[in-house]
């Protein structure tokens, strides 16, 4: 994922949910492929600030990714969409937003800037299924695998932004160098 147009682009954070929205708009234009469940959701989002992290060295999103035992989840986007259990999720997540005239509901999107970055996460792992991408997470010497290793999963701790970064901004160096 050393993509040159990576290096270039500098654009603003997001949030997990509207990152989320992005995964899911987009995979309602590819039926065919694996359904984006809960599962899958979690890991694009995961693996989209981790590659974010490795290219631009600052995070995609704000929200923590924490350990939990089936892999990297944000505890936002399993709230907004624990009712699908794995089915396929059909809805955009949304959330409050303070307004003038009280909180209303809103569906976070960001401004189109981020498009060519997540279209690059898409097609790396669009193929593959939530399980699929639930077992690369738990692969030896990933930041899950690694919090994994000293704490007790069922606390669901958060993995570290700076191992996140550490071990993807690795796997730039590893793919440069061959």
């Known amino acids: 994922m050393s993509d040159k147009n990576l ?6 954070p997001s949030t ?10 987009r995979s309602w234009k590819e039926p065919s492929l694996p359904r984006c469940d809960q599962l899958k959701l979690q890991k694009l ?5 981790a590659w974010y992290l490795a290219n631009f060295n600052k995070p995609l999103f704000s929200e923590d990714i ?9 505890r936002d986007l ?3 969409f624990m009712n699908f259990g794995r089915n396929q999720i059909t809805t955009l997540g949304t959330r409050l937003e303070k307004r003038e005239n009280g909180y209303v509901t809103v569906t976070p999107e960001h ?15 669009k193929r593959c299924s939530g399980v699929q991408l ?3 997470t738990h692969k030896e010497g990933e930041p899950w695998e690694i919090v994994s290793c000293f704490y007790d999963l069922e606390e669901k701790p958060t993995i570290p932004i700076e191992i996140i970064r550490s071990v993807f901004s690795g796997k730039i160096s590893r793919s440069s160098s061959e």
Not at 16 to 25: E, K
Not at 66 to 74: K, L, R, S
């Open 7 to 12: 290096q270039r682009y500098n654009g603003p």
């Open 16 to 25: 997990a949910i509207a990152v989320a929205n992005w995964f899911l708009q």
């Open 66 to 74: 924490e350990a939990w035992p089936h892999g990297p989840v944000v």
């Open 111 to 125: 401004d189109g800037s981020l498009d060519y970055f997540l279209d690059v996460i898409w097609d790396r792992y």
């Open 78 to 80: 399993y709230l907004q």
């Open 134 to 136: 639930s077992n690369a």
């Open 45 to 49: 989002v995961y693996y989209a600030q």
